[in-house]
């Protein structure tokens, strides 16, 4: 059974979560930057740090959270390594593996943007303000 064709109201909707996930990139990208770090650095580190569970990721598992190429990853992670933001450890349980750690100066960084990011998110005069993300807030 086919589904109805969208409506304008949809078509609105669907424009304006683009223009306003593009802006927040946008900003993403100028507030990395101007802190000295890439918008990918940061997206790596901070899924590092976000992995649910444990406070380290390995190789393929990075790989899937920024949905980038294996090759791509593990050089993506020795740019962070040159900076001193990340290590890389032999898997714990299957020594094949390589789980990627966040250093003290990496976990500095990812706290310093995470922090940017979330405020603007937060800010009322934006229109980011996301009833999920008041629990982030300190109060």
């Not at 190789?59 to 959270?65: F, P, Q």
């Not at 593990?74 to 450890?89: F, Q, Y």
């Amino acid at each position: 059974m086919p589904r109805p064709a969208l409506k304008k109201q949809e078509f609105e909707t669907l424009s304006q979560f683009r223009y306003q996930l593009r802006r927040f990139l946008r900003f993403s990208e100028q507030v990395t930057r101007q802190h000295g770090i890439t918008p990918l650095q940061y997206l790596l580190l901070l899924h590092i740090k976000g992995f649910p569970g444990r406070d380290w990721a390995t190789v393929g598992e990075l790989a899937e959270r920024l949905q980038a190429q294996h090759h791509g990853v593990v050089a993506l992670i020795s740019r962070c390594e040159a900076r001193a933001w990340v290590r890389r450890e032999q898997g714990r349980t299957d020594r094949r593996e390589v789980e990627i750690h966040l250093t003290a100066a990496g976990e500095r960084m990812v706290a310093k943007m995470a922090q940017l990011h979330r405020d603007e998110l937060l800010n009322p005069e934006g229109s980011f303000l996301l009833p999920q993300l008041q629990d982030l807030q300190v109060h």
